[in-house]
């Protein structure tokens, strides 16, 4: 069974940068998308980051280019996903996903399986 477990969140000032963490187990992911969602009180869940395991490539949201940095660690099986410059607006629990979906349904993350429990990232002005 894959399980997903996000570390890492925390309290940061505007400005600042914190690095999440996914560990996965319980598959081989050579397959797999996985990334990051977020949702933020009141609001829907929305696409943050994601990247194929197997050759690294990755895709984003509009939001957080420039701003985040998604890559993987193949030996740990272990995926990150590395904020910087936040904004008040980037408060959220953030989950990690996975899944054997293309690019563009994943990003919708209507049909994803495999969701971790989240981590709060708290952004103060």
């Known amino acids: 069974q894959v399980q997903l477990v996000e570390s890492g969140g925390g309290l940061v000032q505007a400005g600042g940068s914190l690095r999440l963490s996914c560990a996965a187990s319980g598959r081989t992911f050579s397959r797999y998308v996985m990334g990051w969602f977020r949702q933020a009180p009141g609001k829907e869940r929305e696409f943050v980051a994601a990247l194929n395991w197997s050759d690294g490539s990755t895709f984003d949201a509009d939001s957080v280019k420039g701003r985040f940095t998604i890559s993987r660690d193949i030996a740990k099986n272990t995926l990150y996903l590395q904020m910087n410059r936040l904004k008040p607006e980037d408060t959220a629990v953030y989950y990690c996903?996975?899944?054997?979906?293309?690019?563009?349904?994943?990003?919708?993350?209507?049909?994803?399986?495999?969701w971790g429990k989240g981590t709060l990232v708290t952004v103060s002005s």
């Open positions: 996903a996975a899944d054997l979906l293309d690019s563009g349904t994943f990003r919708r993350g209507n049909f994803i399986n495999y």
